[in-house]
């Protein structure tokens, strides 16, 4: 089995710049293990800047101490990041090419999506405790998902963690009735991360993929509690055709 999970982005530019981004995380926890340019670039880690502090418009539903935790774990996970797109537009063309150890990915696209998908996986793995909720899937990462695919996901996610729940001996949420207050969190995270980088960021690419971030967590959110994941039942027919034979010989 292997150790770690990889995924490499490779950003190419029409003005011939070129840049690539390794994000690293251990198989078994899908932490971030590693994270490093492929290019050979020095990592920002060893000069962290101002902005990645835990009180530097903390979250309010973050559960960190300062005085243990005194860098915020998704700032300091997309540093380096960060810093080298501060100075590129959010529409901007960009060709990206990711891949992993098992499929790859390769889609010319604005920066602001390119970049949306890369911060999702960073922070989601970061260590954050509010957005380590969404550490599963990333073992599956899929970029450019659109919210239909993301919903599909984060709800399958969520009934399979309901699983190991039941499993370990405590109360699943089988109605998904939790699911929307978990995306709210992840929203909160999202518009306080925002003032972050909106503070050091000289144009807008950043700041922009973070808002595709939280259409996609506005858009799950506002599907579950609007019932309308019920669009996704007849995908199971199959399943639910076994229900009705049952019902219909009194079984």
């Not at 537009?89 to 949306?116: C, M, P």
């Not at 003032?195 to 599907?223: H, P, Q, W, Y």
Request: aromatic letters at 10%; proline letters at 4%.
């Amino acid at each position: 089995m292997e150790k770690t999970v990889k995924y490499n982005y490779e950003f190419d530019f029409p003005d011939g710049t070129k840049r690539a981004f390794t994000v690293e995380l251990d198989a078994t926890t899908l932490s971030l293990a590693q994270r490093a340019p492929s290019d050979g670039a020095s990592s920002a880690d060893g000069n962290l800047p101002d902005w990645t502090a835990l009180d530097f418009h903390k979250c309010d539903v973050c559960p960190l101490d300062e005085k243990k935790h005194p860098r915020c774990p998704a700032a300091m996970a997309s540093a380096e990041i960060l810093d080298f797109f501060k100075d590129r537009i959010s529409y901007e063309e960009v060709t990206v090419k990711i891949t992993g150890d098992t499929r790859g990915y390769f889609k010319k696209t604005k920066l602001q999506e390119a970049v949306g998908s890369l911060l999702g996986l960073l922070m989601a793995t970061s260590g954050c405790p509010v957005l380590e909720k969404l550490k599963p899937m990333t073992v599956l990462h899929m970029p450019f998902a659109k919210a239909a695919e993301t919903i599909y996901r984060v709800v399958s996610m969520y009934l399979l963690s309901q699983y190991f729940v039941a499993r370990h001996g405590g109360l699943p949420d089988w109605e998904i009735k939790n699911l929307s207050g978990i995306y709210a969190a992840i929203r909160a995270v999202n518009k306080s991360f925002s003032k972050r980088i909106m503070s050091v960021l000289e144009k807008d690419a950043g700041a922009n993929a973070l808002v595709i971030l939280d259409c996609f967590a506005l858009a799950a959110t506002m599907s579950i509690d609007n019932q309308q994941i019920k669009k996704l039942e007849g995908l199971f027919e199959g399943y639910l055709k076994e229900v009705a034979s049952v019902k219909d010989s009194g079984g």
